[in-house]
């Protein structure tokens, strides 16, 4: 069965610094993966997905990830954090063929100091 | 763009009443979830159902049921609500192609 693990919980930057959010996938065929963004009491809302085109996949809001199958691997990043990132980041793994269905990390909440 | 919506943003409850949370979308998709969302956990999956009348269990499904009887509506009940149900219900529904989910803003569920 496939699984996502994100390590830690929390993940606190400077406003301007570098955003690196780690994902790390299981998974015995080729997955599709994503990242979503969940801001306070609101709903998951898609950042980028990863189906098995380009590696380095662009999303919203200048944020990227690459997909890495030696590593297996899917980090998030951004060059620059603004101070609108602070939110709640999901991994996701979904197995081709499995009908739609997500397997979700634990989250990781990112703080951005000023 | 694909909305979901959710008919309850916040509700509370008391112990051993039934609860109802409903989900409709707009998309005509087939696919439609229940999720549910607990600090340190992430996201767990409920149920999840590919067509009407058609329902799957998910990863914890206990104290749960669900009802489809409309391609556009899926509904989360609670047959008799207990105090470790509160908490974040998310309902998605999933494009055709990808699996990309599409979710609502989410219920808020607190038993008393």
């Known amino acids: 069965a496939q699984s996502v693990t994100q390590l830690g919980s929390h993940v606190s930057v400077s406003e301007g610094a570098l955003v690196l959010l780690r994902c790390n996938y299981s998974s015995s065929v080729p997955p599709y993966l994503f990242w979503y963004v969940q801001y306070p009491n609101q709903g998951l809302q898609l950042l980028l997905k990863y189906t098995s085109a380009a590696t380095l996949v662009k999303g919203i809001n200048g944020f990227e990830a690459e997909f890495k199958k030696s590593e297996t691997s899917f980090h998030l990043t951004k060059p620059s954090a603004h101070m609108s990132d602070a939110a709640e980041y999901f991994c996701a793994v979904r197995v081709t063929g499995a009908n739609s269905k997500l397997t979700f990390g634990k989250g990781i909440t990112l703080s951005v100091r000023p | 763009d694909v909305k979901v919506t959710q008919s309850s943003r916040y509700l509370v409850k008391r112990t051993g009443e039934k609860v109802f949370l409903e989900c409709v979308q707009d998309m005509d998709h087939e696919n439609m979830f229940w999720y549910r969302q607990d600090p340190g956990l992430g996201l767990r999956l409920i149920y999840f159902s590919y067509d009407v009348k058609m329902k799957e269990k998910g990863d914890i499904p206990e104290g749960y049921s669900v009802s489809r009887e409309k391609k556009e509506r899926f509904s989360l009940i609670l047959e008799s609500a207990s105090t470790n149900q509160t908490s974040m219900y998310l309902c998605?529904?999933?494009?055709?192609?990808?699996?990309?989910?599409?979710f609502g803003e989410g219920s808020r569920l607190t038993v008393l």
């Open positions: 998605a529904t999933a494009g055709p192609n990808t699996g990309e989910l599409f």
